[in-house]
């Protein structure tokens, strides 16, 4: 039984399109992330939900839009899709929000990516 | 600028070699955690470190993190080719409400 799983696993599409990838965990999990990983591998934080409540919101362009329905799911929406959004999106979550300090409360679980084309 | 540089970038080595990935940080270090990532699949934590000069270790896996609290290291020892992968470090680096910083990763290949 898959902890964090994303759908799809990969999207081609046409810029200017619009899309959705969507997120669910079952491991009991209160916080949930959307990371971003482009082409030279750097993974950079865009946002985090704690019990569906928005916490961090890096800064991403406004046509990224997150929906947090329940602290179970968390999906994101791409509208007018461009070249540059191409990457893999990675889910993740956490049992608890980031804290700092000493918590170990960023040990976070992880779904296998979704890796979005833009033509 | 990148607040975690790894080194190397990539790194091929020869099946029962040893090898060590270090992870620098610019700011003080509050917690240091190491994830694995496979190629299609996503990141698998290993280890995480929060205190200065603590070690961990699981199977031939073991990380550091100096006295100082800037800098990390992954050690393999004898490596498989089941340790091939991308090791990738996270940082928290900032005792408040922050989310994780990830390093740009090491590309690990182990050859036969």
């Known amino acids: 039984d898959t902890a964090v799983s994303q759908t799809p696993k990969y999207l081609v599409t046409q810029m200017g399109n619009d899309k959705s990838i969507k997120c669910e965990q079952n491991?009991?999990?209160?916080?949930m992330y959307w990371y971003k990983q482009d082409s030279k591998k750097f993974l950079k934080i865009m946002f985090s939900?704690?019990?569906?409540?928005?916490?961090i919101n890096e800064t991403v362009p406004n046509r990224f839009s997150p929906k947090s329905p329940d602290k179970a799911h968390l999906n994101l929406h791409i509208n007018s899709l461009e070249l540059g959004d191409s990457a893999v999106y990675f889910c993740?979550?956490?049992?608890?929000?980031?804290?700092?300090?000493?918590?170990?409360?960023?040990?976070?679980?992880f779904g296998a990516g979704s890796r979005l084309t833009v033509l | 600028s990148q607040e975690l540089e790894q080194s190397p970038q990539s790194l091929i080595v020869q099946e029962g070699k040893n090898l060590t990935i270090n992870c620098t940080s610019s700011?003080?270090?509050?917690?240091l955690y190491w994830y694995k990532q496979k190629y299609g699949e996503g990141l698998i934590f290993l280890m995480m470190?929060?205190?200065?000069?603590e070690e961990k270790s699981h199977e031939k896996i073991t990380a550091k993190l100096d006295e100082k609290k800037q800098q990390s290291s992954l050690h393999i020892t004898a490596s498989q080719p089941s340790h091939a992968g991308i090791y990738l470090c996270?940082?928290?680096?900032?005792?408040?409400?922050?989310?994780?910083?990830f390093g740009k990763g090491t590309r690990l290949s182990v050859i036969a």
């Open positions: 993740a979550s956490s049992q608890d929000p980031p804290t700092g300090g000493f918590t170990g409360a960023n040990v976070l679980t």
């Open positions: 470190l929060q205190k200065g000069g």
């Open positions: 996270g940082a928290d680096l900032n005792s408040g409400n922050t989310p994780l910083v």
């Open positions: 939900y704690n019990n569906k409540e928005l916490i």
């Open positions: 491991l009991g999990h209160d916080t």
């Open positions: 700011k003080t270090l509050y917690g």
